[in-house]
């Protein structure tokens, strides 16, 4: 499983990451998730480009 954070957090530790597939975390704790559908994530990202 590869987990992304944004290319704004530059070399940064305090971000959200994204993990396809298994969801969102906090990088100060990686060792938990928030887990996120696919179908939920692209809801959430087409409402974030909506606006």
């Known amino acids: 499983m ?4 944004s290319s704004y957090s530059g070399t ?4 959200v990451e994204v993990g396809r ?3 969102i975390r906090d990088s100060k704790a990686p060792t938990t998730h ?3 559908s696919d179908k939920a994530w692209s809801a ?3 409402e ?3 606006r």
Do not use: E, Q, Y
Request: some cysteine; overall charge positive; charged content about 20%.
């Open 2 to 5: 590869t987990w992304r954070k």
């Open 12 to 15: 940064a530790s305090d971000c």
């Open 21 to 23: 597939g298994v969801g």
């Open 34 to 36: 928030l887990p996120v």
């Open 44 to 46: 959430f990202l087409a």
């Open 48 to 50: 974030v480009k909506a």
